[in-house]
């Protein structure tokens, strides 16, 4: 059995209604208590991240409603990111 490596097309011109126009947008649902106490530590530590990421903290990831969601795709937002927070289970 042999390994091979797949040819790898460039990346596209991507073409999202309004984000088409100007730089793409990704929007991101962090947790306070889990994923935006990660990025923070990335943040302090100097590691890079893109300007097209915008994040946005939330108490609990539970109280994101759908329609917030929706909103961001409706206001030119070509992802959205959902992080919530890890269940924290017994060893």
Known sequence: MSCQTLPVEPAKECSYGEAAAGPLK????????????GADKAGANQLPVPAELSVIRVMCSGRIEPTLILEAF??????????PAIPVTSL
């Open 26 to 37: 990704v929007v991101a649902f962090l947790c306070n208590w889990c994923s935006y106490a």
């Open 74 to 83: 409706q206001k030119g937002a070509v992802g959205v990111l959902f992080w």
